[in-house]
Structures are given as C-alpha cells and as structure tokens.
C-alpha cells in the first residue's frame, strides 16, 4: 500500500521512507539484502521519532513505546505462521537473558491476530523466559512499521528514536550480536552474566 493511501505513514520523513517503506514495494531482499547476522542492520539517518503506537502487555494491559523511553530497545515484530520468527525467538530470550540488568529491553510483539490466544503456547513450548509477552493483534504498529516481511527489527535509542532496522531473520546467539547490544548501551556498565537456566 503507497504511504498516500496510509494517512499515517506521512509520520515518516521522506529519508526514512525511502529506507524502510519503499522496500515494500518490491521483494525486499534485493534492496535490503542480510548475511543472517547483525551486521546486516541498515541505519536509518536521521534517526526518526518512534511515535507513541499502542499494543498489549499481557502483564500489565495496554502500553506504548513511551513505557520504555530511557532504554533502549530492540523492536522485533514477528507472528506464529513465520517459521523464521519463532525460529529466533529462543535466541532472543538467551540475549535477553544476558542483559537483565542493564537498560537493554527487547520487545518482541507479535502481530497475530489472535493475540495472547495464539502466541502463549509458543512461549511455553519454546521455554521462554525473558521476553516479555506482547501483542498488536490490532495491527496499531503498521502505522508506523512496514509489516510487509516479517520478521522485522527495528533498534531504538534511549531518546525514542528509530536508529536502524533489519527485516530479516539474524542469529541473536552470535558474538556479534552481544557486542551490538554492548556497543548500543555505550559507557553504561553492563553486568557480566549467562543467561539463566
């Protein structure tokens, strides 16, 4: 769907359009081609301002992006019928894991739309652990996000700012992707710990 026929697509700047929602308009993977790992992210530059969408928290009811401003987050939007996505879902639990301590906050949000419904038993087949249970089963986020390939990450600042995305499956348990995490939490001390059993 062009951003004119999504009146709330204009909230992105034509640079962060041309980045992210142009890309939907063809297969993805020839403009944003992925090695399977982190270093696959493409920066978006300017940074864009992550408006305040609304999904559930299966713990605490509705909440927005504005619950988590200070940290910063890792947004992965996936849903049950994408084998890739529940594929990477134990990894990101482990780097969860890893990073309990710190201001580093993965947000998983499923976009099926059955919601809790759905996505619960995947969480307790999988043993997940650190990942917080979220849904959009309304789809508030494709406001925003192109939902058009999924699984999608999106890294956000402490500010609240998009900063990169990569619209592909990576493997969260590579070194790299522990770095990335370090690197993005800059000169805050982060506690040297294994994820829990």
Same mark, same amino acid.
């Given at each position: 769907?062009?951003?004119? +026929?999504?009146?709330?697509?204009?909230?992105?700047?034509?640079?962060?359009?041309?980045?992210?929602?142009?890309?939907?308009?063809?297969?993805?993977?020839?403009?944003?081609?992925?090695?399977?790992?982190?270093?696959?992210? @493409?920066? #978006?530059?300017?940074? =864009?301002?992550?408006?305040?969408?609304?999904?559930?928290?299966?713990?605490?009811?509705?909440?927005?992006?504005?619950?988590? @401003?200070? +940290? $910063?987050?890792?947004?992965? &939007?996936?849903?049950?019928?994408?084998?890739?996505? #529940? @594929?990477?879902?134990?990894?990101? /639990?482990?780097? =969860?894991?890893?990073?309990? /301590?710190?201001?580093?906050? &993965?947000?998983? &949000?499923? $976009?099926?739309?059955?919601?809790?419904? $759905?996505?619960?038993?995947?969480? =307790?087949?999988?043993?997940?652990?650190?990942?917080?249970?979220?849904?959009?089963?309304?789809?508030?986020?494709?406001?925003?996000?192109?939902?058009? #390939?999924?699984?999608?990450?999106? &890294?956000?600042?402490?500010?609240?700012? #998009?900063?990169?995305?990569?619209?592909?499956? *990576?493997?969260?348990? *590579?070194?790299?992707?522990? *770095?990335? $995490? @370090?690197?993005?939490?800059?000169?805050?001390?982060?506690?040297?710990?294994?994820?829990?059993?």
């Amino acid at each position: 769907m062009s951003p004119s +026929r999504r009146p709330h697509t204009r909230m992105l700047s034509a640079a962060c359009a041309a980045l992210i929602a142009a890309s939907a308009w063809g297969y993805h993977e020839a403009n944003e081609p992925s090695d399977g790992t982190v270093r696959s992210f @493409r920066p #978006v530059d300017p940074p =864009q301002p992550l408006p305040g969408l609304a999904f559930l928290d299966a713990s605490r009811g509705p909440s927005s992006f504005a619950d988590y @401003r200070g +940290r $910063v987050l890792l947004l992965n &939007i996936w849903a049950t019928w994408c084998p890739p996505c #529940v @594929r990477e879902l134990p990894a990101l /639990d482990r780097l =969860q894991g890893k990073f309990l /301590d710190s201001d580093f906050v &993965i947000l998983a &949000i499923s $976009v099926d739309a059955g919601g809790f419904a $759905v996505t619960e038993p995947f969480f =307790q087949r999988l043993g997940i652990r650190h990942l917080r249970r979220l849904a959009d089963p309304g789809r508030n986020l494709g406001e925003f996000f192109p939902l058009d #390939v999924l699984p999608a990450n999106f &890294i956000v600042d402490r500010e609240g700012n #998009v900063t990169g995305f990569l619209r592909s499956f *990576a493997d969260w348990d *590579a070194p790299e992707a522990e *770095a990335m $995490v @370090r690197d993005l939490l800059g000169d805050e001390e982060v506690p040297e710990r294994a994820a829990r059993d």
